[in-house]
T-cell receptor, first 110, second 113 residues
């Protein structure tokens, strides 16, 4: 009963923008889109979240489509240290659980 | 330390033994979570503490698993009569409140042989 769909893997070139897609066609009006990433042998790390407006922070940008059925996480200038599994999660604002799927394994190549 | 600390980082135990995994959350964080991650999969929720009480333990797989947080800070995940299928990385996370950003520790890799 996964709420999100992500490609299993993708490669990107160091220094270029990495665009990570996520489909969440059954998202509810009160559910946020969260992104976490997990670098090998580490715990997951929060990246960004949003409801319907695009969001940007020091790590990434989040673009959510107008119908909110999909979103894209953008790493503006990928580095080798961005190689990780990226998880897209939908969650109600006051919920405490994070429901991780399989994520997208992103490999940044020099 | 500034982050969530989990000990030990690795634990190898024999089938049938009892193990305890410890989590030191970020100071001041009232919410604490345990997750389990099997190889090649995303983390799965086990239990959520708000303060000292387990607000939701619906993710614990069976009654061999138990967790405590007696003083509202450090938490211990306890597994009785371990089985080979319990082998996984056990992750702890904490957050200031239940719906704010969760910070994860590096996990304890449990191997049951």
């Amino acid at each position: 009963d996964a709420k999100t769909t992500q490609p299993p893997s993708m490669d990107c070139a160091e220094g270029r923008a990495a665009n990570l897609p996520c489909n969440h066609s059954t998202i509810s009006g009160n559910e946020y889109v969260y992104w976490y990433r997990q670098i090998h042998s580490q715990g997951p790390q929060y990246i960004i979240h949003g409801l319907k407006n695009n969001e940007t922070n020091e790590m990434a940008s989040l673009i959510i489509t107008e119908d909110r059925k999909s979103s894209t996480l953008i790493l503006p200038h990928a580095t080798l240290r961005d190689t990780a599994v990226y998880y897209c999660i939908v969650r109600v604002a006051n919920d405490y659980k994070l429901s991780f799927g399989a994520g997208t394994t992103v490999t940044v190549r020099a | 330390g500034a982050g969530v600390s989990q000990t030990p980082s690795n634990k190898v135990t024999e089938k049938g033994k009892y193990v305890e995994l410890r989590c030191d959350p970020i100071s001041g964080h009232t919410a604490l979570y345990w997750y389990r991650q099997s190889l090649g999969q995303g983390p799965e929720f086990l239990i959520y503490f708000q303060g000292t009480g387990a607000a939701d333990d619906s993710g614990l797989p069976n009654d061999r698993f138990f967790a405590v947080r007696p003083e509202g800070s450090v938490s211990t995940l306890k597994i009785q009569r371990t089985e080979r299928g319990d082998s996984a990385v056990y992750l702890c996370a904490s957050s200031r409140q239940q719906n704010t950003e969760a910070f994860f520790g590096q996990g304890t890799r449990l191997t049951v042989v």
